[in-house]
């Protein structure tokens, strides 16, 4: 993981179960024209750790997160890709934006400079495919290779495309994942004018808040999160440390709106259902869900009524759910992808991590959301989540693994 609350998946997941935030005054832009002036920034990043200066000049942001991130899930792994079948390794890896940064700054150079001042990198540099495709040159991994672009649901999906590309036996290990960043003028303006954003600027820590009353918006973050996902019987064979087991995957769409979720959660509602039908595992099962909850009003709402209707009401108040943008902000396409790691983490470490600055409960929410401090737990079956713009729905089960 590259988060605002770790620069490693080690650091990410210790900073959250201790309920520390990673938002705070947005820096990395001039602030004064927006209402809101909160971020969820990635602090100290070096890219220079993964990359020459001159392959600098040509990657942007969001894919030096994803160079980071899947070299930190290589290393945990203990996978030496030079000894694998290159042709049965994958890279699954989603952005919802990819290079807007890029965009931005070389639209400036072409307006006040002309064009053939644009970077011949432009291209390259700005396109979403580029995460998975940077990846795969860099390990010489040579099997399925694709990108996912479903706004916030892109992380979910591209790590259950992944799961789809290994059940059809069209590869034994997968990079999964996805990676944002996209903190920039047109970005963060975009969303501040669709009044999205939350302006708890007083107190920027607290400023992401989900399924609290007082909520107001989320907070826009950046960073990575990338899985290695492996077929079981390969994972035993080279001995491999398994978190857990991913045995479901749904998607749907709302067909409502946009921007907007389904009022009445239905599109929601029906991909949970739909993850637990291809897992094999009824809604009792369940144990926790790592919840969207992206901390707006309508979105924390809408979840709440689906979980309800997905599980069952009765199921729904017996079980954990929380929401990980409490500490890291909205990672957009990249939440998916950083909410899946944290889950396999949840079920090995038997942790649930909090949601944090939950201080005034919402009638309208009214589910267990882990308030403010981790909690000790067997964790036997996980749902994760992931809303987005245009309707978009995905939804993955992760299950205690048992020898």
Request: with cysteine; charged share 25%.
């Amino acid at each position: 993981m590259v988060t605002p609350v770790g620069k490693t998946a080690k650091e990410a997941w210790q900073n959250i179960i201790e309920g520390k935030s990673g938002t705070g005054p947005l820096t990395q832009i001039e602030s004064s024209h927006f209402g809101s002036k909160v971020a969820a920034e990635v602090k100290g990043f070096d890219p220079t750790l993964f990359f020459s200066r001159k392959e600098l000049k040509k990657t942007d942001r969001f894919v030096q997160f994803a160079v980071a991130a899947a070299e930190d899930a290589l290393s945990d792994s203990q996978i030496d890709p030079s000894k694998e079948d290159p042709y049965r390794f994958g890279v699954l890896v989603g952005s919802g934006i990819g290079g807007l940064r890029i965009i931005e700054e070389q639209h400036r150079i072409y307006m006040e400079k002309g064009p053939s001042r644009i970077s011949p990198f432009l291209i390259p540099m700005l396109i979403v495919n580029m995460a998975p495709g940077t990846i795969s040159i860099r390990y010489k991994v040579r099997g399925p290779n694709n990108c996912v672009a479903t706004a916030c649901a892109t992380g979910s999906h591209a790590v259950g495309d992944a799961y789809r590309i290994i059940q059809r036996d069209e590869a034994d290990i997968m990079f999964a994942g996805g990676t944002e960043s996209c903190i920039t003028p047109l970005g963060f303006g975009g969303f501040d004018s669709m009044r999205a954003l939350s302006n708890h600027n007083a107190e920027p820590e607290k400023a992401s808040r989900p399924f609290d009353k007082t909520r107001d918006g989320f907070v826009m973050g950046e960073g990575c999160g990338v899985i290695i996902l492996e077929d079981l019987e390969h994972a035993k064979r080279r001995g491999a440390k398994i978190y857990c087991e991913l045995v479901g995957y749904g998607m749907t769409s709302d067909a409502t709106h946009i921007t907007a979720p389904d009022p009445k959660g239905e599109g929601a509602a029906r991909c949970m259902v739909n993850t637990l039908i291809d897992a094999g595992i009824k809604p009792e099962g369940v144990t926790y869900v790592n919840a969207h909850g992206t901390s707006t009003p309508l979105n924390d709402k809408v979840e709440t009524i689906a979980i309800k209707k997905a599980l069952g009401e009765d199921v729904a108040k017996k079980l954990m759910v929380s929401s990980t943008k409490s500490h890291m902000g909205h990672l957009l396409g990249a939440a998916g992808g950083v909410e899946a790691g944290l889950c396999a983490l949840a079920i090995q470490q038997g942790i649930v991590p909090p949601t944090i600055n939950y201080r005034h409960a919402d009638p309208e929410c009214d589910l267990d959301y882990v308030p403010n401090e981790a909690r000790k737990a067997r964790i036997r079956v996980v749902l994760s989540n992931s809303l987005g713009f245009g309707g978009h729905n995905a939804c993955l089960c992760f299950k205690e693994f048992q020898e």
